[in-house]
Each structure stands twice: as C-alpha cells, then as structure tokens.
C-alpha cells in the first residue's frame, strides 16, 4: 500500500469515526425524547383543615359561623400519568387519588372544644404538569408545577358541636369540583434503558371545597398537604 492510498484509509478512517460520533449523540438526543407512561404509589400527608359552618345554632344565642379545624390522618392512594419528553421538558396528563381519614374536630368560634367524629376525605385530581430535567445520567432529578381540578368529597359521622350528647349521626356527606395546582420536586433513577424508578414529592393544594351539611346549610374546607409518591416509569 503506497503513501496515498494509506493516507486515504486514514482519512476514511477519521470520516467514519466522526459519522459514528455524529450518529451516537443525535441517538442519545432522540433517547431523552419521546412518550412515557408512570404509576405511583402515593402516600398522602393532608393539614389539618380549617373549616367553616353557616348558621349553627347554640343554646340561647342567634344562628353563628361555627369556625374548626378537622382532624386528618396521614393517608394512601396512587397516581397514572402519561406523557412525551422533548429534550430537558416534560409535558404530561395525570390522574390521582388519594384518601385520608379523621377522628376528631376542634370548635374555634363561637364555643371551644373537640369532639370525636369519624371523617372520610377522598381526593381525585385531574392535572396537567410540566417537568424541567435537571440532570443526565442515571439520576435525573426534576422540578414540576401542575394545574388542573379536583374532585373533592367530605364525610363525617358525628355529634354535633351545638348539641354534643345527642346520638352521633351523618354531619355531612357532600363533594365539590374545584381548581386545583401541584408544586413537584423529585428524582428518577434508570433500571433499564427505558424504565426508571420515581420518587417525587408533591405540594398539592385546592381552591377550598364547599357544599352542604345535613341541615342544607353552608359548609366549607380547606384541601392542601404534602404528598410522597414512589413509582416506576416506561419509556416508549
């Protein structure tokens, strides 16, 4: 092989390690792009919520707001959601729900005093939420922010504050739809090419729910707490 022919194999050589090189980061590029489904688990830490009551009526005085804060325990549900990734953004649907319980209330005006209650608050939420990626490799933290509604039901079971010796007997039993927005931190890791395990923490917050007792006078709550959610992602 003379000198020219050896200095055109280098060069073929050098054009097709480049052409290579080429190929693999437009394939990495095409890699963070594309659609992905997610299911979580979701444990749900909801505040306390302030609420209020209209026209409650105590012994010898006027029709009042009673004014209290429901007990709620830390609760379970889960989440679906599916998307596309276009470089470091995300863009997805998702639908969650979970469910929290209570045992008490705490009267703040006009009387003072907690009383035992049972009390169910079931939250199933329709969100659109944006990521921004901040990272490569196999740990890919996020940060997100979501908007959507929430479909909101409150029960409880109980003595009423104005008359707490009477027989225990449904409070309320209503729901509300109303706007709801997600605040999200969170990290996922690759098992695989194309699956990752999730774990993220989510602020959510609602427009406060209202309805109406079982007198048919007004009721009203606040919806809002942190959230945990571990789960496994699907790259398409």
């Known amino acids: 092989m003379n000198t020219s022919s050896r200095a055109r194999v280098r060069l073929c050589t050098v054009a097709l390690w480049g052409a290579l090189s080429v190929a693999g980061v437009v394939h990495a590029a095409d890699d963070a792009s ?3 489904i997610e299911g979580a688990a979701t444990y749900s ?5 302030r609420g209020t009551v209209a026209n409650t009526v105590f012994a010898g005085a006027p029709p009042t707001t009673l004014h209290l804060v429901n007990n709620v325990n830390d609760g379970w549900g889960g989440l679906f959601a599916f998307g596309y990734r276009a470089g470091r953004f995300r863009l997805e649907g998702e639908i969650g729900r979970t469910t929290n319980d209570g045992d008490s209330y705490t009267t703040l005006t006009p009387v003072q005093g907690t009383f035992p ?15 921004l990626e901040l990272g490569g490799g196999r740990w890919n933290p996020h940060l997100g922010i979501g908007v959507g509604k929430a479909d909101v039901r409150l029960w409880t079971f109980g003595a009423p504050a104005a008359a707490p010796n009477i027989p ?3 409070l309320i039993d209503d729901s509300d739809t109303v706007l709801a927005y997600q605040l999200i931190a969170g990290v996922a890791y690759d098992l695989r090419a194309n699956l990752a395990l999730t774990a993220r923490y989510r602020w959510f917050e609602t427009a406060d729910p209202e309805g109406l007792d079982s007198r048919g006078e007004r009721i009203s709550r606040e919806m809002s707490g942190h959230n945990l959610d571990i789960g496994l992602r699907y790259r398409f």
């Open 168 to 170: 225990p007997r449904a």
């Open 45 to 49: 830490m909801l505040k306390d919520a």
């Open 34 to 36: 594309g659609w992905y």
């Open 117 to 131: 209650m049972e009390g169910k608050f079931d939250v199933t939420r329709y969100m659109v939420n944006t990521h």
